[in-house]
């Protein structure tokens, strides 16, 4: 290890981080300072990578957790020779930059996740490490690993402060992840003060007792950083390992560092002291030609290790090609036709919870893709997305498909991402519709990354009955329906659930959830099995058409449109049925579709779900009404719940007789 490089990059890294926060008078200086010398160690010596190849299947994960430290990432991608322009760093923070605020999966070449909300990134690097855990079961071989990497998260103390991080680290340790390793940042300052005023515990004995190897290091000694990072990638011991590195923050501006006013940008304007005390130049942006040498010699060694692992990739792909037509899978892009022509027809006269055809509806894609896997917030039982031809995911089984997340539906929505970000396997993940707030930081991040991850949400009305309102999640659906780009589907019997799961697994731009009932539901076999399943991948569809001049159009989803079809029966001919189990995905279908399915002409119209009604109005205009409930639900059996809050095709019937007559 060349010390004397690696420091003259540390501190030059240090003057891009000031100077681009300088440049916009906004940011966040305290970890990009204080953490020089552990990103000098990781980009200049421990990371496997290829900057030419950024998206590299075997390269080294690494997540900065602490996202507001953007500037110490951009920073070492542009100065690793990653897609990251000078010019991009001068435009930190500007509209339309590689450099925005936080880091944002797929905008910048090296970011592997989006992080910004504190202790995400922790989540989200256990579940890359599981997935490679994962991987490297299913295609690794004695002659040949095509899987044997590390992720490497850097966290602060926010985020191991955060209860993301908690729950998540809690699931690692128990799992026995060798390949992570989270460096906490340890500066003893938060955002708003000195840390001592919020936090007293003990980290590293917390994360002893969670089953990681533990080790304190000066996080400013290149020396330790190297010896503790080379220890934590070779140890296979079946720990994740804590380096705990006991950091300055905001290093290099001395009026601020060391205190809770070198957190943000407010040391920049000491920049000038600053570059002459870390013996840079008065001139911004500056980078030397040593240290560019450095990286570029780097770059060099780094594609000579790649180009060593491609060779034995191809070689093995000739030898194992049933492993290597699996893997591809994982590129390919299947069709919403691919998914659901694997799932079997359910019996006409069946009466079946949709958790309960979901059941059949996964384990048949399962069957048919084994590169689907599953999981549950320790309700398995309840929310029935059990893979039967696997077993558990548990510590020496890595390569099964049911991950038992325990208690922890935080940490279970951030890692859900963490497989995403890796890319390999299509992950859903399992609870009560109640506690789906409890996912809700990770499900708004998912969206907003683009992430192909779907929820399996059961439970999910006031139908839950004995329960009571704790457990009747009147707002949850139409609260979801709120997050940008999340598709949210309430499939009304078992052939719209097998719709459902085709249209989540077929999206590659985006999550979904699936809103499943607690209590049976018939199979609506009045209308084509063709019209419910590919109903749901429109997002919206006539279930049962007028046979006079319409006058009327009943909307409903999930278990109310057995309601619907049951009044517009006793309503008359001119009475329109709409089944919508997915608002976002007709919204996106074309104008002159949603005009056949809701002609504009037809201003008569009611809409019913056993929840919150405000975004019917949205579809039934101001001339309609909409039943449901905007209260919470009561303690008493489904049915006599239902019939409390008007949930019936005798109500139906009635608002409708009402708009008639007006």
């Given at each position: 290890?060349?010390?004397?490089?690696?420091?003259?990059?540390?501190?030059?890294?240090?003057?891009?981080?000031?100077?681009?926060?300088?440049?916009?008078?906004?940011?966040?200086?305290?970890?990009?300072?204080?953490?020089?010398?552990?990103?000098?160690?990781?980009?200049?010596?421990?990371?496997?990578?290829?900057?030419?190849?950024?998206?590299?299947?075997n390269?080294?994960?690494?997540?900065?957790?602490a996202?507001?430290?953007?500037?110490?990432?951009?920073?070492?991608?542009?100065?690793?020779?990653?897609?990251?322009?000078?010019?991009?760093l001068?435009?930190?923070?500007?509209?339309?930059?590689?450099?925005?605020?936080?880091?944002?999966?797929?905008?910048?070449?090296?970011?592997?996740?989006?992080?910004?909300?504190?202790?995400?990134g922790?989540?989200?690097?256990?579940?890359?490490?599981?997935?490679?855990?994962?991987?490297?079961?299913l295609?690794?071989?004695?002659?040949?690993?095509?899987?044997?990497?590390?992720?490497?998260?850097?966290?602060?103390?926010?985020?191991?402060?955060?209860?993301?991080?908690?729950?998540?680290?809690?699931?690692?340790?128990?799992?026995?992840?060798d390949?992570?390793?989270i460096?906490y940042?340890?500066?003893?300052?938060?955002l708003?003060?000195?840390?001592?005023?919020?936090?007293?515990?003990?980290?590293?004995?917390?994360?002893?007792?969670?089953?990681?190897?533990?080790?304190?290091?000066?996080?400013?000694?290149?020396?330790?950083?190297?010896?503790?990072?080379?220890k934590?990638?070779?140890?296979r011991?079946?720990?994740?390992t804590?380096?705990?590195?006991?950091?300055?923050?905001?290093?290099g501006?001395?009026?601020?560092?060391?205190?809770?006013?070198?957190?943000?940008?407010?040391?920049?304007?000491?920049?000038?002291?600053?570059?002459?005390?870390?013996?840079?130049?008065?001139?911004?942006?500056?980078?030397?030609?040593?240290?560019?040498?450095?990286?570029?010699?780097?770059?060099?060694?780094?594609?000579?290790?790649?180009?060593?692992?491609?060779?034995?990739?191809?070689?093995?792909?000739?030898?194992?090609?049933?492993?290597?037509?699996?893997?591809?899978?994982?590129?390919?892009?299947l069709?919403?036709?691919?998914?659901?022509?694997?799932?079997?027809?359910f019996?006409?006269?069946?009466?079946?919870?949709?958790?309960?055809?979901?059941?059949?509806?996964?384990?048949?894609?399962?069957?048919?893709?084994?590169?689907?896997?599953?999981?549950?917030?320790?309700?398995?039982?309840?929310?029935k997305?059990?893979?039967?031809?696997?077993?558990?995911f548990?510590?020496?089984n890595?390569?099964?498909?049911?991950?038992?997340?325990?208690?922890?539906?935080?940490a279970?929505?951030?890692?859900?991402?963490?497989?995403?970000?890796?890319?390999?396997?299509?992950?859903?993940?399992?609870?009560?519709?109640?506690?789906?707030?409890?996912?809700?930081?990770?499900?708004?991040?998912?969206?907003?990354?683009?992430?192909?991850?779907?929820?399996?949400?059961?439970?999910?009305?006031?139908?839950?009955?004995?329960?009571?309102?704790?457990?009747?999640?009147?707002?949850m659906?139409?609260?979801?329906?709120?997050?940008?780009?999340?598709?949210?589907?309430?499939?009304a019997?078992?052939?719209?659930?097998?719709?459902?799961?085709?249209?989540?697994?077929?999206?590659?731009?985006?999550?979904?959830?699936?809103?499943?009932?607690?209590?049976?539901?018939?199979?609506?076999?009045n209308?084509?099995?063709?019209d419910?399943?590919?109903?749901?991948?429109?997002?919206g569809?006539?279930?049962?058409k007028?046979?006079?001049?319409?006058e009327?159009?009943?909307?409903?989803?999930?278990?109310?449109?057995?309601?619907?079809?049951?009044?517009?029966?006793?309503?008359?001919?001119?009475?329109?049925?709409?089944?919508?189990?997915?608002?976002?995905?007709?919204?996106?279908?074309?104008?002159?579709?949603?005009?056949?399915?809701?002609?504009?002409s037809?201003?008569?119209?009611?809409?019913?779900?056993?929840?919150?009604?405000?975004?019917?109005?949205?579809?039934?205009?101001?001339?309609?009404?909409?039943?449901?409930?905007?209260?919470?639900?009561i303690?008493?059996?489904?049915?006599?719940?239902?019939?409390?809050?008007?949930?019936?095709?005798?109500?139906?019937?009635?608002?409708a007789?009402?708009?008639?007559?007006?």
């Amino acid at each position: 290890m060349n010390k004397d490089i690696l420091q003259k990059s540390a501190n030059e890294s240090r003057g891009l981080a000031m100077d681009a926060i300088e440049a916009c008078s906004s940011g966040h200086l305290g970890l990009p300072l204080g953490a020089a010398e552990i990103g000098s160690v990781l980009f200049g010596d421990v990371l496997n990578f290829n900057p030419e190849d950024p998206n590299w299947l075997n390269r080294d994960r690494f997540v900065l957790s602490a996202g507001h430290g953007s500037m110490f990432l951009y920073s070492w991608l542009h100065l690793s020779g990653y897609d990251v322009s000078l010019q991009d760093l001068k435009n930190f923070r500007k509209l339309g930059s590689k450099t925005p605020g936080h880091p944002e999966f797929g905008e910048t070449a090296g970011v592997e996740c989006t992080t910004g909300p504190l202790g995400q990134g922790i989540g989200n690097s256990v579940g890359l490490a599981m997935s490679s855990k994962m991987s490297a079961e299913l295609f690794n071989t004695d002659e040949f690993s095509v899987i044997d990497n590390t992720i490497i998260c850097l966290a602060g103390d926010g985020c191991i402060q955060e209860g993301v991080s908690a729950e998540s680290a809690s699931l690692a340790g128990h799992l026995g992840l060798d390949n992570l390793i989270i460096i906490y940042d340890s500066n003893d300052v938060t955002l708003d003060a000195m840390g001592e005023l919020s936090q007293s515990e003990n980290t590293a004995k917390r994360y002893e007792a969670y089953g990681f190897d533990v080790e304190t290091i000066d996080g400013h000694s290149l020396d330790a950083i190297q010896a503790a990072l080379i220890k934590a990638k070779a140890n296979r011991n079946g720990k994740p390992t804590l380096i705990e590195a006991k950091t300055i923050i905001g290093k290099g501006i001395s009026e601020v560092e060391g205190t809770a006013k070198g957190h943000g940008e407010g040391g920049a304007k000491f920049v000038d002291d600053a570059h002459e005390r870390l013996g840079l130049p008065k001139e911004r942006f500056s980078v030397s030609d040593e240290v560019r040498n450095f990286f570029s010699d780097r770059k060099s060694a780094l594609l000579g290790k790649y180009n060593e692992w491609s060779q034995g990739f191809a070689t093995w792909s000739e030898a194992n090609s049933d492993k290597a037509a699996l893997l591809a899978v994982a590129s390919k892009q299947l069709s919403f036709e691919d998914y659901v022509a694997k799932v079997s027809f359910f019996a006409d006269d069946s009466k079946l919870a949709t958790r309960v055809a979901g059941e059949k509806v996964l384990n048949d894609l399962a069957d048919a893709f084994p590169l689907i896997i599953s999981g549950s917030a320790d309700l398995h039982g309840s929310t029935k997305n059990y893979i039967k031809c696997s077993g558990d995911f548990l510590k020496g089984n890595y390569a099964n498909r049911n991950i038992r997340y325990g208690i922890r539906e935080h940490a279970m929505g951030a890692i859900l991402n963490g497989f995403a970000y890796d890319g390999i396997f299509k992950a859903s993940g399992a609870t009560f519709a109640m506690f789906a707030d409890y996912m809700r930081p990770s499900v708004r991040i998912a969206a907003l990354a683009k992430l192909p991850v779907f929820y399996i949400w059961t439970h999910d009305s006031i139908g839950v009955g004995e329960d009571g309102p704790t457990h009747q999640p009147v707002e949850m659906t139409s609260s979801l329906r709120c997050i940008p780009n999340f598709d949210v589907v309430r499939p009304a019997d078992p052939e719209e659930t097998a719709g459902a799961y085709a249209a989540a697994l077929s999206r590659t731009d985006g999550p979904t959830g699936i809103i499943l009932s607690r209590q049976s539901l018939p199979t609506l076999s009045n209308i084509s099995v063709d019209d419910r399943r590919e109903g749901v991948q429109k997002g919206g569809y006539v279930a049962l058409k007028e046979t006079s001049a319409l006058e009327l159009i009943i909307l409903a989803t999930g278990s109310e449109l057995q309601h619907a079809i049951k009044a517009a029966g006793n309503l008359g001919s001119s009475v329109r049925v709409v089944s919508m189990p997915c608002m976002e995905r007709f919204d996106r279908q074309p104008s002159d579709y949603r005009e056949s399915v809701l002609p504009a002409s037809c201003r008569k119209r009611v809409s019913i779900e056993a929840g919150i009604t405000t975004l019917w109005t949205r579809y039934v205009g101001l001339d309609g009404k909409s039943i449901g409930t905007d209260d919470f639900g009561i303690s008493a059996p489904g049915d006599i719940v239902m019939e409390k809050f008007g949930i019936t095709s005798e109500n139906v019937e009635v608002v409708a007789k009402s708009l008639l007559a007006s």
